[in-house]
């Protein structure tokens, strides 16, 4: 099993090397991650390669046979680059470019930066083409992270252009589909159309969903031109990889494309990060997890595992004695089958001064180092049951289209993507059932219970699939808004397909404000709660779950259940309380024969083929049947 | 009566055009509006004039009687204008010119817009000077809107240096007007004054004063450049309007001025929008009515009122049943006398999907199709009722210097305009007196009560005409601040004019903040609240009604009432909570022999000349004597 | 001692100069403060030099005794200088100037402004030089305020990377200082160095810092550049003057560089100001005063003291009567020696008509004119008392550098530096100990007690002179994270040689968010409370005071006590509540047989050497042994 750390040695006085490389192995570590962000230290002055410092650093790994992943450094360009070619740097949108100074400044639609990234990058993979000690080849750093997703600058103007004559060809089919007859906004040629910078009113939110693709389509296709390298010069049983950032649902990228290109995913697993008094909820954690395990369907790497506090200008919350193991821990439950720790010893310079590493400035062994030593040994030990693939009945599907859709008009001031998300998501966490979270328009076809949070856009043949998969005998859970829209972005004229296939009518709908809750409740008096929005939904021939109870819309439901032939579809009017939530997966679970276990709150089970892995989330010790958890322990059984 | 829909044939495909005209004539509707925001649909290249499409549409509504209010469409101007005169678009305050993309994104100060509005304007009415099935002019669509009043570019800033040699000849005047002496920014030339971008600290408070002038006249400038041409065309019996939006008290934009050039001033009644939790208070939508009957003290038209939930990126709170019947009521009970739903049908596509129309995208006859047919028969049977003029004893008074004034500088955090303006209004509208909202340069003469909220600037010559009404047996309430500033927005030097004659000096005051009230009683133990601010008086010859009870200040006078000859002032020096406020009003219309009626909150009496209009703005069954009135239900009483 | 106003003749009309004049000497003025913002009345067009009008003004207050503090006028600049030297105006970080309109607008490091400055000073300190009346030159005003510290238009670019190189010679040395291997941010040119606008994450922390280093020094120069002007014509008797605004600690500005400069240090005293609903506590008022006195270590001069509710766009509290009376003599008591109030009277034009002076737009002699009569009377009897030197014990010690890494870095959404810095001063204020509060750059040896808050970086030429402090027998307190941080805004690596003198070592650290609190105790049961910000302390040597209760880190001291051969030191790992640190601040006291008085809280007692001065800051009666103190009311005691 891969375990290690992140390690940059050219932070540090050379002399340190050799002691850094013992203390490594000491951990418990076999591999280490290098060379992302050293581009300037690679290159100094355009065209002077100098690979010089690494080979060292190599040679010294290789005594103590630490495998190496190395990464392309194109994330940091050096300041030379910025002063030659101010042109490659993007533009925020008011069209001031960022200052040089902070990371991933770049647009990916420079023809400039293109082109010194090709030369990099072909110089790097040549010079160690036939290193062994290379593992894996990561590309760049954590594409799109921290707004890096958006670049408003004349580049991509044109890149934007050229983008959607080649999807639409005629600029007439472009107008159809985005319906710009209205307030007069029809185009006589692409160059016409506008990048999103601020208007008064919005935009057309097709054009939205456009630029929202067009930006993802500029990160892969940056992405794949240095996969391509790679691969013409990495050998086979060398992996090209890529770390993927938290919060992927924030940004205009789909990550699907890149995986499609990898041979592994990586993540840089961060369950706290700076400015937060508290650590993500286990279950967001989870469903982050089951994101990247989705992407190939298959098990991971985590190449920066969070092992302390967070922060580059302000520092967030402390992860309490073995709470970090314990985040490592579950990660491996998860899918994580390689594990690299961020990163070896905190920097004392530079802006992340504050993201701590294993080892702090004093550069003692400390309870962390302690921490990762222990999670390396587990995991020796345990290693067999963190090789086998992971198997689940359910699956939560997203589809960043209806994502960005949601972007452009998020309908109601207490919608969050994410949120809503975690929410349907934690029904089935909360019951300890195993979940994919994949994308839409992967096949779903083997699962009992699908669940579709937030799909406001539902194409005609995802309709279908949804139906034939729902005849077959599956559950098909769909939330609020669910397919009122098609893939331009617009709604639908005329009776709504989705509606007739689950038995509705939606008559009408009202956006909940932050503050407001409206009560539900069965005919058999079981309460519940709304909030965000509501579809006053009328029934054609579905069955009624829950009905509002409030003046006027007592009379329309909230939540039903459509059979269809084998299977049904429950369609959720608006956004439900987690215990609410919690009691229709069961309902679901139980129809389709999964296994359910409630537990204590804060008590997590994963089940793998050979063994459950038990882990207490909370600083009181729990149980589990006779068994006690003390704080942040995790307890794997073998089975 | 004018009833009727704005419908957009344009958004849908030709062959639904036959059988929406048979649904608008079957739902009751005399009247459509089209063609605002087609621009491009009459010139696809600049000088490619082609009116065919609208000349189809005619047609066929002329079939079957339907009227026509035709809107000159430069509200939103093709793309290839932007892109051919990017000069001719807006700029913000950091200097950026917005995106195309959105509305009203034009600057009104362009010469070369002012050029191709003349051509297309000229074209269209030309071409259409002989259709009689147009009873109606509409030019360009809620000028002002959306923060369009407002334009910081070159084409401005050359604009305003015209604008103030033109209003001060002499430099020097300037400077003495504005008090450059202060900081040193006496200007040698009026091409030295800046426009007010951003600075360290504020700008002048006469510059700013003069500044909005400035971008009010560069508005109704521009309206009379279209007003002129559609005369020039329009038959005796058309009318030329213009659509006017709510939050008018928010701009820069005297739109008494526009009034002036219309044969009927129209508005757009949205009582909620896009983000409200909760639509405005029945008082304040009260206001806004009588404000736009006020314009040109007669009835006006609704082209745009909402029936449906309404928002562009965020929807707000959802009519309750019969609610936005009731809206159209309250409309018509306070002025209104012809009235068109925005819009037949909610555009599948663009900016406005979710600003519902009467129709929605399953274009199937719902519960708004139904208020709005059972409107259009209430009003057909009442109609004699609503065509009588409305006469009012109390006027409420703005004054857009005041405004403007205040915006400049609001002078409490606490402070808001059309709040402040809305209490003292609400004081009268909650005893079920009519009221009329007119600008205080109107004639004020025949009134009993007048009222002067948020008065700060105050000059002689108005001053003279209350005091003139005051003596003839009028009663004249100010509100806090009244009467300490010039027209120069500069506060008056020595003995204060306003106070002398309301027989107090004001010794100190006080801003209040947002979280803070003082309290205020009577001799007698009535006891009230002051917010946003307090003057403390001091009475030379007024009567005090109350005093502040805090620490150090119950010395000082809260609200005093001045005799003077057959009337009296009430000068109030705080904002005063709406029990107290109603109290005083009460007393005043005691006193003026005006006929106050309270009942239940929520219910509203409107009284017209044949008939009592009862309308009920809450969700309970209410009663007036011995009728019931069932949730937002109206009742016409005829007497 | 110079008692006097601000006096603007020309904001008024000549023919009001000689009562004016009568009226201030009959308040009992003796000095007037003019000139500062008329720029353009001594220089009408460039090159025009003309003194004229202040010729007969001071002939006019010569007239009547009155003594003259004249300003010069580079605050403000001319509108021709702006027309005509567009280059010479700051720019925003987004790369905006900012409007001409409000005050405070230029860059320092303008070639041209610079060179317009020595002109208009020249003459201007030429023409009066043989003035007998003036007594003082006050250069400038208010350097730095609201914001004018920062400007990054392309001549800070350019003087930054000069600054730059002159701080390093060799870039290489500013690559290590930096530790711009970190994110491969190598320069191998000084301009390639960034100016710190937006970019994506966050700026090198070093590179922040030499940025406020050189902000700072832009200023200092700048001044340097006007006194170096008036010392070549002054007489020896005039003082040359600077007056600095409050909020310093918010601004990239070491006043200490000014201050060795002036013959006397001058003050703005604003307890409170616009938006404000309550003044700053009287803790940080005395702050403030004791921080201005400490800058060149000997009393001062304030040049505008308040004197009633001020604010530009919105006006914050009232003081209640005898409020600014009374902070005029907490002034006194704390080492004013000469106070001028601003202003004679409020100007009814321009950005500041609710600044109010002495007398208001009424121009009557009011409360505020009573106010300043009495105290004028006051100092005339008790001026023997106030020109005595204070003598403190306690110094509260800042460092520029260290707020500057803090603002860089604040860590924690909860901190903020002066809150910090009076939270600790507040200690031995409450009970009434005179402190000093210097620069930690000043001699602090022959103090008993000093207290270092929010000290990250400590040098060791630093922590050996604490050290030696200590070791004498004084007692030093130092703030949580102390000494972390080297001159470059790095952390230290290896053993902290703070913490190893505290006897200490700080295993852990947590972040505390705005709403966190953490309780400590000590070993019999007293206890307190922490925000912010907790260091986890291991003793090594030292004593522990007061430990964590929460689980995981009762093992974890909270504040701890190291005796070091006479002395000790305190160091708290949070910032501890007001008891607490009040109970902290008693303990050293008593140690050091400092005298301490508790009062009522409200009641301040300042001592001086034949004095003691009593300040009721409450609206309450307090009592001071047997002496009754009425609301707002100041007593001498003579001793």
Same mark, same amino acid.
């Given at each position: 099993m891969i375990l290690g750390v992140d390690y940059y @040695?050219?932070?540090?006085? %050379?002399?340190m090397l050799e002691e850094d490389i013992d203390r490594i192995c000491k951990l418990g570590a076999n591999t280490v991650r290098i060379g992302e962000f050293a581009w300037h230290l690679m290159e100094?002055?355009?065209?002077?390669?100098?690979?010089s410092y690494f080979d060292k650093v190599i040679v010294a790994l290789k005594k103590k046979n630490l495998k190496v992943i190395f990464g392309?450094?194109?994330?940091t360009f050096p300041a030379w680059v910025a002063k030659k070619y101010s042109g490659i740097i993007a533009e925020n949108e008011s069209g001031n470019p960022h200052a040089f100074?902070?990371?991933?400044?770049?647009?990916?639609?420079?023809e400039k930066y293109r082109e010194l990234t090709v030369k990099i990058v072909t110089q790097l993979l040549s010079h160690y083409e036939?290193?062994?000690?290379? &593992?894996a080849w990561q590309i760049d750093? %954590?594409?799109?992270h921290e707004g890096s997703d958006q670049c408003y600058c004349p580049n991509c103007e044109k890149g934007f252009h050229m983008f959607l004559k080649k999807k639409y060809q005629d600029v007439d089919d472009l107008n159809k589909a985005y319906g710009t007859i209205f307030w007069g906004q029809?185009?006589? /040629?692409?160059?016409?159309?506008?990048? @999103?910078? @601020?208007? &008064?009113t919005s935009h057309n939110p097709s054009l939205l969903l456009d630029w929202a693709r067009f930006r993802s389509a500029s990160i892969n296709d940056y992405a794949k031109l240095q996969i391509d390298i790679v691969n013409k010069f990495k050998r086979d049983e060398q992996k090209v990889i890529h770390n993927l950032f938290g919060?992927?649902?924030?940004?205009?990228?789909?990550q699907n494309v890149l995986a499609d290109h990898l041979d592994v995913v990586a993540y840089d697993n961060y369950p706290v990060w700076g400015g937060l008094e508290k650590p993500l909820q286990p279950a967001h954690i989870a469903m982050t997890l089951d994101y990247i395990r989705g992407l190939k369907k298959s098990n991971f790497w985590i190449v920066e595992e969070l092992m302390g506090a967070q922060g580059h200008t302000v520092i967030g919350y402390l992860p309490r004695p073995n709470q970090a193991k314990l985040w490592s821990h579950q990660a491996m439950a998860r899918g994580c089958e390689a594990l690299l720790y961020f990163r070896w010893r905190g920097m004392?310079?530079?802006?992340?001064?504050?993201?701590?590493?294993?080892?702090? !400035?004093?550069n003692l062994e400390n309870e962390k180092y302690r921490e990762v030593e222990a999670f390396f040994e587990d995991m020796k030990r345990d290693e067999a049951h963190y090789q086998t693939p992971i198997k689940a009945d359910v699956a939560v599907l997203y589809d960043y289209d209806n994502r960005w859709s949601w972007s452009a008009q @998020?309908?109601?001031?207490?919608?969050?993507f994410t949120e809503e998300f975690v929410k349907l998501y934690k029904g089935f966490y909360s019951l300890n059932v195993m979940t994919d979270v994949i994308s839409?328009?992967?096949?779903?076809?083997?699962?009992k219970i699908i669940v579709l949070p937030a799909m406001q856009i539902v194409d005609e043949s995802l309709r279908l699939k949804v139906e034939a998969f729902v005849k077959k005998g599956g559950i098909a859970i769909f939330g609020y808004? !669910?397919?009122?829209?098609?893939k331009e972005n617009n709604l639908y004229f005329g009776e709504n397909a989705l509606q007739k296939m689950c038995g509705i009518t939606i008559e009408k709908y009202e956006s909940l404000g932050k503050n407001q809750v409206v009560f539900i409740e069965t005919g058999h008096g079981e309460k519940g709660e709304i909030t965000v929005w509501r579809d006053m939904i009328k029934t054609t021939s579905a069955r009624v779950l829950f009905s509002y109870t409030d003046k006027f819309y007592?009379?329309? /439901?909230?939540v039903v259940e459509k059979v269809i032939e084998k299977g049904s579809i429950y369609y959720l009017g608006g956004s439900l309380d987690d215990n609410t939530m919690k009691m229709l997966a069961s309902k679901a679970c139980q129809k389709q024969e999964i296994e359910v276990l409630e537990l204590t709150e804060g008590l997590e089970l994963v089940s793998r083929s050979s063994a459950k892995i038990l882990l207490n989330h909370t600083e009181a010790v729990l149980k589990y049947r006779e068994i006690e958890i003390a704080p942040y322990e995790v307890k794997l059984i073998e089975i």
């Open positions: @040695p050219e932070h540090w006085s %050379e002399d100094k002055n355009e065209g002077e390669f100098d690979f392309t450094p194109t994330a100074g902070g990371r991933r400044l770049y647009c990916y639609n420079s036939k290193e062994e000690a290379i &593992i750093n %954590e594409l799109g029809t185009y006589n /040629a692409f160059d016409e159309v506008p990048v @999103p910078k @601020p208007t &008064i919060g992927f649902f924030d940004r205009a990228y789909d004392t310079k530079g802006a992340e001064q504050f993201c701590q590493g294993i080892l702090d !400035s004093d @998020p309908q109601s001031h207490a919608f969050d839409v328009n992967k096949d779903f076809d083997d699962y808004r !669910s397919g009122i829209k098609d007592s009379e329309y /439901a909230a």
